[in-house]
């Protein structure tokens, strides 16, 4: 079994390191592992510190530099299109794999499910200080979950606790490469973010798919490291309101049941009153303006 850990990056050769050491040092386990690194026109060196760390790994890194910075989506495709593995873990450039990910996740891809999901553990910057032990992503234990009607979506979306559930978290997420393959991208999520969440909620809106949710943290995210966020606070928060209320109007504006159950996962994830205390301090009046309309969609 190959897996591919596909890493968009773009000026963080200080932490692609860290990512690098942690699969390296990943052990009891007989998977073939290659690195695809898709790099946005970094300005801090990355490029050169490919063959160093080429030399330095025994796997391989594959390494492709865009001449200018394309975006995060195109770079999340980007990055996954690099892949030759059965299965691609999409893989944050800052994050890291946590001791025996590898053997663990060796177990469950010989059940040959179409998506795995992950927690993760948070820690600060420095990745020395545990701000959270365990983020879990869906209410309940691991499980599988078999897709075939709607009934079972909406099972799904209530499982969830956060958009996290819904893919929001790149280093999560595990894909069988033929599957992401077979579907025809919707050009209109770039520039959304959430351009990768498109392609996953495809895949398990095709009925017959699976996805296999593994309640453990298997990834250390690095905290107060938001790219997202050097926009602003405000800017963040309605990144996740615009990108979800597309994705819900693109794939269950005709299923009102469905479209109620993904739309309360925005809601948990946002509430309403933390969600407009943050928009008071670091927002504008534009800004709490298109809150409101984001919650009056809502309902």
């Known amino acids: ?13 200080k932490f692609i390191e860290d990512l690098l050491e942690s699969i390296n040092n990943q052990s009891s386990h007989s998977l073939i ?3 695809c690194i898709s790099d946005n ?9 490919i063959n160093i760390w080429r030399d330095r790994f025994n ?5 492709q530099r865009h001449n200018e910075n394309i ?3 195109r770079n999340y495709l980007s990055a996954v299109n690099m892949g030759t593995g059965d299965y691609c873990w999409i893989f944050g450039s800052d994050d890291i794999l946590t001791k025996n990910s590898l053997a663990l996740m060796e177990d469950k891809l010989a059940a040959g499910s179409d998506i795995y999901l992950c927690d993760r553990r948070e820690l600060d910057i420095s990745m020395t200080k545990i701000s959270n032990p365990h983020r879990r992503w869906l209410n309940g234990g691991s499980r599988l979950f078999s897709f075939s009607n709607e009934a079972d979506l909406i099972e799904y979306f209530s499982k969830c606790n956060s958009v996290g559930g819904l893919f929001s978290y790149l280093s999560s997420i595990i894909v069988k490469r033929n599957k992401w393959s077979d579907v025809i991208f919707d050009e209109s999520y770039i520039g959304t973010a959430y351009a990768h969440v498109y392609i996953l909620l495809r895949i398990i809106n ?13 990834v250390d995210c690095r905290g107060d490291n938001d790219t997202f966020e050097s926009n602003g606070k405000a800017r963040r928060i309605k990144i996740d309101f615009i990108g979800y209320l597309k994705l819900r109007e693109d794939f269950y504006n005709n299923n009102t049941k469905i479209y ?4 309360r996962v925005l809601t948990k994830e946002r509430p309403w009153f933390y969600t407009s205390l943050a928009m008071a301090c670091y ?3 534009t800004d709490r303006a298109e809150l409101a309309s984001f919650y009056k969609k809502l309902g």
């Open 1 to 13: 079994m190959k897996v591919s850990f596909c890493i968009p990056t773009y000026n963080r050769v």
């Open 33 to 35: 592992v290659e690195v």
């Open 41 to 49: 026109a970094s300005t801090d060196g990355t490029e050169e510190s």
């Open 59 to 63: 796997f391989p890194i594959l390494y």
């Open 71 to 73: 975006g995060p989506d």
């Open 206 to 218: 095709n009925m017959n798919s699976t996805l296999q949710y593994i309640s453990l943290p298997l």
């Open 260 to 263: 109620i159950s993904f739309g």
């Open 283 to 285: 927002g504008d009046s």
